[in-house]
């Protein structure tokens, strides 16, 4: 006890001791500030808010001086007279009219910076001004303004006194004045009277003055860039062959900067950290004058961050209910950032050594540094991207949904909650395209389960097409309801295209699905998912979703970047990219059509594509890389042999249209190629886009889902096909017409999807299609076929029950082998061989799937003559 009172006591003086030190310094501060005679706190100058309404302030007054400047030149005449017979106070008393567009104060100004001061060279002064308050509002640089400041204010002067010279020694100066303005008249007079024709020299000789004084770094820069960069090609041509190569790399990049520049593939934004090593050097370096500094960008292989997770939405626009709703709109991308550019000068030279030189000469050396980078565009040098114009022009994109609207959900949706006893205590809404987010924040002690199971009441409520409940949203305290809007809104593809976020994305395979609750453009990387399953019912908008991934790649990709293998069991959704088919599309060696439409031919393209990756794959190996990207950029830099089997390698996209039509025609033989594509292709460019209207268990097999972590689904019919596609349910409450749920990494984002006029894929694929192309399709690598050829059928060995066989289907018209294996009580193996041989004697016709043969005997008394003649 007597340790515990004298810690207390120990704290208590400590605390008596603080705070008596605090007393001491408030009552120093005041009798100094008292002994001074002056406390005035400039700390709000710091104040952001008061630096962003100075800008704004300053922005006003840029725009209201040039207004009323401009409107000077047309009515400052007029507006003189009055100015000058009455003082500015006394005006205002008279209540005399000006002409100036904005009135009295835009007249006084004009005449005050253009009569009486540098006449019509006062515009100059807007744009600092402007740019100064942008920089001070938005934190960005339209211009260097000091130095703008300074070139602004010597062209004012110079102007004015030049104009103020041929003023005066014009026939009528009085009614010019207006061009040079007091100050420079007055100033004019002084040079005449002093130096009389010497003025002009004056002015030539401050011109250039100023010429060498601003524009003299540049000019020496440019100049002694030029002769370094001779100086350079000659020594390296003098020098090609010697030994000491090595010490001349080594000393180039001594005398460069040491930077360290890293590229961020998420924002374009390029940062160079330049690091000051001079106290690092222990031995003074070889003097060497080098006047451009180069950047020397870092391979991006090490330097690129990728993205933590590309499917993170920015958080929309969100508003309490009991205040006035606005539309809200999706922020806006800086225009400003730029796609990293790359040169040939600025990439890091490679040794000889690091070059494949089995086919070198003896004493002959490979330069590397005189070698462009290899592009593989140049085959079609004069393709042209797709433009805008190829689009139908789209609404503006504003959401359309009253404050009624909003405010009538509301109360239904807290009226059925009370109504079970579950209060909330807040409640906001986001809205979308198509739906719009009610967050509602449930009291302490609420369950969730229970407000999840009032989904359908709420809905009822509500007399809504179908609701989706939220409980809780990820990364988020609350609970979310997602309810359809009356007016809702269509998102055309041109729209979606046109955004910067598009535009300047720097994505391997950027491709736009549409707009997120919050009214945002979502994009995305095929390159990162790395494949895509897609269901929906028949009408729910997935073959329109086909059609926009589909043009988001072409927009962005040159036909020798990428390639598509089209897919289409239907023959009517896909056929509208035959135009593009030298362009973007790979078929099979000898095929009519790039599209394949015929199932069987599906499994011949699927086993094409194995032993296209497996090629790939061994030129990887060779070449000792992991991916697709590192090959293709060593490639580039010239650093594989094309002698060698290596080459260029194309992204290629594998889309089917529907997976159910092939299951059931072909089964396990188009399973096996399709998981083991999706469990391999990734790293070596091949990516799936595979689309199903029946997402059952029979279809989407395990060993298929299991490789597709990206899946998309539109409105399907049943909770059970929502758990089938996307692990969860949703996707039965989706209200149709491209409302969709994409689920990857375990996150479920609502989308609208982007819809694409059949008109206006026909005008990009015309577009594509009537520009220079490749000779032919991309080929893909032929396989060995294991088609039955009915002609290789001994009909000298027929099965001894071939006669009652053929009998039997002649009979019933049903070339059927079930009917053989009923009938005549045989197993399925021999009942086979007998079609086989029925068809190679021309009794039934070819396989056709699921559909039964074709019997092209039509009656009993031919079959026996057909009989005859095989026993003879």
């Known amino acids: 006890m007597a340790t515990k009172r004298n810690s207390y006591r120990r704290n208590s003086n400590k605390r008596q001791k603080g705070s008596s030190t605090s007393r001491e310094k408030t009552k120093r501060a005041k009798s100094e500030s008292s002994s001074t005679g002056f406390n005035f706190d400039l700390s709000f100058l710091e104040d952001k808010r008061f630096k962003t309404s100075a800008g704004l302030l300053l922005l006003v007054f840029s725009l209201f001086l ?9 009515t400052g005449q007029a507006d003189q007279s009055v100015i000058e017979s009455t003082g500015f106070g006394e005006f205002i008393i008279s209540g005399k009219e000006v002409r100036n567009w904005l009135g009295l104060a835009g007249a006084a100004l004009s005449h005050l910076f253009i009569y009486e001061w540098f006449g019509i060279a006062s515009i100059l002064i807007v744009p600092p001004l402007f740019a100064y308050g942008y920089e001070i509002v938005f934190h960005k640089n339209l211009i260097p303004v000091g130095k703008t400041f300074k070139i602004v204010i010597f062209f004012m002067f110079w102007i004015s006194l030049l104009l103020g010279y041929i003023v005066q020694k014009s026939a009528e100066p009085g009614s ?8 420079g008249l007055r100033a004019a007079e002084v040079f005449d009277s002093l130096v009389g024709w010497g003025t002009m020299f004056f002015l030539i000789f401050s011109m250039g003055v100023f010429i060498i004084y601003f524009l003299r770094k540049e000019m020496f820069t440019n100049m002694q860039a030029a002769t370094e960069s001779f100086r350079e090609r000659t020594s390296s041509i003098l020098n090609r062959g010697q030994d000491d190569e090595d010490f001349e790399d080594d000393e180039e990049e001594e005398d460069q900067p040491q930077k360290s520049t890293a590229v961020s593939k998420s924002n374009d934004i390029e940062i160079t950290i330049e690091e000051d090593d001079d106290e690092e050097e222990e031995f003074p370096r070889p003097s060497r004058n080098l006047s451009v500094k180069r950047r020397r960008e870092l391979p991006q292989s090490n330097e690129v961050t990728e993205e933590e997770d590309e ?3 920015p958080s929309g626009k969100t508003l309490p209910l009991s205040v006035q ?30 070059v494949d030189s089995s086919n070198k000469k003896p004493g002959e050396q490979l330069a590397i540094e005189d070698l462009d980078l290899f592009d593989p565009t140049l085959d079609l040098s004069h393709y042209e991207y797709p433009h805008l114009d190829l689009l139908n022009p789209t609404s503006t994109g504003k959401v359309k949904v009253t404050t009624e609207e909003l405010q009538s959900n509301k109360d239904k949706i807290v009226e059925t909650l009370s109504n079970f006893k579950i209060s909330i205590s807040s409640i906001r809404a986001t809205i979308g395209p198509t739906v719009t987010l009610y967050e509602i924040v449930p009291e302490a002690g609420i369950k969730i389960s229970r407000i999840k199971n009032l989904e359908d009441d709420i809905a009822l409520s509500l007399a809504a097409l179908g609701i989706r409940i939220i409980a809780p949203i990820p990364g988020k305290g609350t609970i979310g309801i997602e309810v359809p809007n009356k007016n809702r809104e269509m998102v055309g593809i041109r729209s979606v295209l046109s955004t910067e976020k598009f535009m300047n994305s720097s994505k391997e395979l950027p491709i736009a699905l549409g707009k997120t609750i919050s009214n945002e453009v979502f994009v995305t990387d095929l390159a990162k998912m790395p494949h895509l399953l897609m269901a929906g019912a028949t009408g729910q908008g997935k073959s329109v979703g086909l059609n926009v991934i589909l043009a988001s790649l072409i927009f962005k990709k040159h036909p020798a970047e990428l390639k598509f293998v089209l897919v289409d069991p239907k023959k009517v959704e896909l056929t509208l990219f035959n135009t593009i088919e030298q362009h973007f599309l790979a078929a099979l060696p000898n095929e009519d059509e790039s599209i394949v439409t015929d199932t069987r031919k599906v499994v011949n393209v699927l086993n094409s594509l194995c032993v296209e990756m497996d090629m790939r794959y061994n030129l990887l190996k060779d070449a000792g890389c992991r991916n697709i990207k590192e090959y293709n950029k060593k490639f580039r830099n010239r650093r594989l042999n094309p002698e060698k089997g290596h080459k260029f390698l194309p992204y290629i996209v594998l889309v089917i249209d529907e997976l159910a039509d092939l299951m059931m025609t072909a089964g396990k033989e188009v399973e096996l190629p399709i998981a083991r594509l999706a469990q391999l292709a990734r790293a070596i460019g091949i990516h799936l886009i595979i689309a199903t209207q029946r997402p059952s268990v029979d279809v989407i097999t395990g060993i298929i889902k299991a490789n597709f972590p990206a899946r998309l689904s539109f409105k399907v019919s049943s909770k059970i096909d929502s758990r089938t596609i996307l692990d969860t349910g949703g996707a039965d409450q989706l209200v149709g017409m491209g409302d969709m749920l994409l689920s990857n990494s375990s996150d479920i984002i609502r989308l609208q999807c982007a819809f694409v006029d059949t008109e206006e894929v026909e005008n990009i694929c015309s577009f594509v299609g009537n520009q220079q192309g490749y000779s032919t399709a991309y080929l893909l690598p032929e396989v060995e076929t294991e088609d039955k050829d009915p002609t290789k059928v001994d009909l000298k060995n ?6 009652d066989a053929a009998r039997l289907i002649v009979a019933h018209q049903q070339g059927s082998t079930s009917l053989v294996q009923r009938k005549l009580s045989l197993g399925y193996n021999r009942a086979g061989r007998i079609i086989d041989q029925l068809e190679a004697a021309g009794i039934v016709g070819p396989f056709e799937g699921s559909k039964a043969r074709q019997v092209m005997v039509v009656n009993l008394e031919e079959l026996e003559l057909i009989l005859r003649s095989l026993d003879q």
């Not at 040039?66 to 047309?74: A, D, E, H, K, Q």
């Not at 010019?176 to 100050?183: E, R």
């Open 66 to 74: 040039f207004l009323s400047l401009v409107s000077y030149i047309f």
């Open 176 to 183: 010019l004045n207006f061009l040079c303005g007091g100050i």
């Open 798 to 803: 027929r099965d001894a029950l071939f006669n």
């Open 325 to 354: 709703p606005s539309q809200i709109e999706a922020p806006k991308e800086d225009k400003n950032q730029q796609e990293p550019s790359f040169s040939v000068e600025d990439t890091t030279k490679f040794n000889e050594k690091t």
């Open 311 to 313: 499917n993170i939405v």
